[in-house]
T-cell receptor, first 115, second 110 residues
Framework: DVKVTQSSRYLVKRTGEKVFLECVQDMDHENMFWYRQDPGLGLRLIYFSYDVKMKEKGDIPEGYSVSREKKERFSLILESASTNQTSMYLC??????????????FGAGTRLSVL | LAKTTQPISMDSYEGQEVNITCSHNNIATNDYITWYQQFPSQGPRFIIQGYKTKVTNEVASLFIPADRKSSTLSLPRVSLSDTAVYYC???????????FGTGTRLQVFP
């Protein structure tokens, strides 16, 4: 079974702090994704990566950056956390092949509260 | 990316068949149609994908008419554990990104 592990289930941070959310997958997937999920807004893509050191902006990249130094690990960074970044953050991974790329495997999520 | 439209919510009772229809009028020739399921406090889970006609697996069936402008996810004999949000997505051929939208919230009653 594919496993996508997010480092924290719950996180509480202060405004202005630098926050790191870590995600690790164990199936050698090329693609990795970060989403945030808010009530009434569904899942929105923040960033994704299709290879080590490669990244592409999603729909809402402002206030976030990412890092992918190894194939299995994809980090989301909040440079200076703000209260409007309080949300559920979901990491996912997939293969790149046609058809298979549409099957994303998700982690359990990190519920981040910024106070 | 093709936009999808699906009901905001649906109610059903245990043992009934549930059909959730999604419209995607501007689907492109090589796009796939993909459905995910999300339980509370969990990440979404892929359930089924199709290109045309009918696809069936152990969880659901997916019906796609010839014009591919809509699709219907069919859940046979639902149980309480099928209460979840169901997302219909059009998966473009030329990008690895998926657009999830807000989905259909299915509530199954005893």
């Amino acid at each position: 079974d594919v496993k996508v592990t997010q480092s924290s289930r719950y996180l509480v941070k202060r405004t202005g702090e630098k926050v790191f959310l870590e995600c690790v997958q164990d199936m050698d997937h090329e693609n990795m994704f970060w989403y945030r999920q808010d009530p009434g807004l569904g899942l929105r893509l923040i960033y994704f990566s299709y290879d080590v050191k490669m990244k592409e902006k999603g729909d809402i990249p402002e206030g976030y950056s990412v890092s992918r130094e190894k194939k299995e690990r994809f980090s989301l960074i909040l440079e200076s956390a703000s209260t409007n970044q309080t949300s559920m953050y979901l990491c996912a991974s997939s293969l790149r092949a046609q058809g298979a790329k549409n099957i994303q495997y998700f982690g359990a999520g990190t519920r981040l509260s910024v106070l | 990316l093709a936009k999808t439209t699906q009901p905001i919510s649906m109610d059903s009772y245990e043992g009934q068949e549930v059909n959730i229809t999604c419209s995607h009028n501007n689907i492109a020739t090589n796009d796939y149609i993909t459905w995910y399921q999300q339980f509370p406090s969990q990440g979404p889970r892929f359930i089924i994908q199709g290109y045309k006609t009918k696809v069936t697996n152990e969880v659901a069936s997916l019906f796609i008419p010839a014009d591919r402008k809509s699709s219907t996810l069919s859940l046979p004999r639902v149980s309480l554990s099928d209460t979840a949000v169901y997302y219909c997505l059009v998966a473009p051929y030329n990008t690895d990104k998926l657009i999830f939208g807000t989905g259909t919230r299915l509530q199954v009653f005893p």
